[in-house]
């Protein structure tokens, strides 16, 4: 929750200095590409034979939030967004419970350059971006048989480069705008380091570093408020 804060409170900081643009609010809908991350939780499942544990979550899409503000002069739109994700292996039967779960985080800031298609018609653009991303990823382990309970937590966390395209449909309805977008960003895997540690690193049965991607489909519908 703090880092959530911190995130956005980098954003109102710039809206409030700058000058004649929109304020942007979008919710999304995400798709991602963590193949690293399933190897590694069916690996978690492989590693517990004797348990029928099964894998109810896969890091599937996922919806999100956006929030930006678009500087009308310079055709550039500065945003921040939210994501989560995660997976989870799961078996219960009489005699109690075992639970693995691992929620992912993803926090991104970056910039859009915005290209109109026509000269006269601005309602539709093409918006090139890049931008960094702040995964956290929160492992957590629950195991309870009979009336004893154990739990632990590990957490780590990642940076990611990325870069995307979109394009962008808006339209005018009395003191705001309708913004409706669909696009895809390629995001370059970054290493899960401990949050404890980062010189330790999440690594799977091959000693390869497990690694977040969050590259997929990316679609949204929001409102705009010119200022």
């Not at 995130?7 to 999304?28: D, P, R, W, Y």
């Not at 034979?49 to 939030?65: A, L, V």
Request: glycine share 8%; proline share 3%; with cysteine.
């Amino acid at each position: 929750m703090k880092e959530t804060l911190l995130f956005f409170l980098l954003l109102f900081c710039f809206i409030s200095f700058a000058q004649n643009g929109k304020i942007v609010f979008e919710t999304n809908y995400n798709t991602f590409s963590h193949t690293s991350l399933s190897e590694f939780q069916e690996e978690f499942k492989a590693d517990l034979p004797e348990i029928p544990i099964q894998t109810t979550d896969d890091f599937p899409g996922n919806f999100g939030f956006s929030l930006g503000y678009e500087l009308i002069d310079k055709s550039v739109f500065i945003f921040a967004s939210y994501n989560t994700t995660g997976g989870k292996l799961s078996y219960s039967d009489y005699s109690g419970v075992v639970r693995i779960t691992e929620e992912l985080i993803g926090y991104t800031f970056g910039a859009e350059y915005l290209v109109p298609f026509s000269e006269t018609d601005n309602n539709f653009t093409l918006g090139l971006r890049g931008y960094g991303m702040f995964s956290t990823m929160n492992l957590e382990n629950y195991t309870k048989i009979s009336e004893s309970v154990s739990q632990d937590e590990i957490v780590f966390q990642s940076v990611n480069l990325g870069v995307g395209a979109r394009v962008l449909y808006e339209y005018p309805v009395s003191f705001f705008i309708i913004r409706a977008s669909v696009g895809f960003d390629l995001t370059f895997g970054g290493s899960l380091t401990f949050k404890e540690n980062n010189d330790f690193y999440l690594e799977d049965n091959n000693d390869d570093k497990v690694r977040t991607n969050w590259t997929g489909l990316r679609t949204g519908i929001g409102i705009a408020i010119p200022i």
